[in-house]
């Protein structure tokens, strides 16, 4: 049986920069779109936060600020601007929720 030579720096081919440059390069544009994801990430959670903040405070401004109101008022009234705002059925009926559990 024959015996394999130990690998020399001769024997070895150089990396070239353009390589390592490619390579580099790479690692770079990884980086900025994980940062463009957790930034967009970010945005959405803190968005969800001021809509929560804002729909607690919701019924205690109608309270406060609509003359003669009462809490049930407030409330239907919160429940028509819900209503309002979310869209028709029409536009979602292509629309089929999601499930990933598998058994």
């Known amino acids: 049986m024959r015996a394999i030579p130990p690998l020399t720096n001769a024997t070895q081919q150089p990396r070239s920069r353009l390589f390592w440059a490619a ?3 790479l690692a770079v544009a990884q980086l900025f779109a994980f940062w ?6 970010v945005r959405k ?3 969800r936060d001021t809509t929560l903040s804002v729909q607690q405070m919701a019924p205690a401004d109608c309270l406060q600020y609509v003359p003669g109101s009462t809490v049930a ?9 819900r209503a309002s705002a979310q869209p028709d059925d029409a536009a979602v009926a292509g629309a089929m929720p999601v499930n990933f559990n598998y058994r």
Not at 36 to 41: A, G, R
Not at 73 to 81: A, K, P
């Open 45 to 47: 959670a803190e968005a």
């Open 23 to 25: 390579l580099g390069a």
């Open 36 to 41: 463009l994801l957790c930034s967009q990430q």
């Open 73 to 81: 008022s407030c409330s239907q009234r919160m429940d028509v601007m």
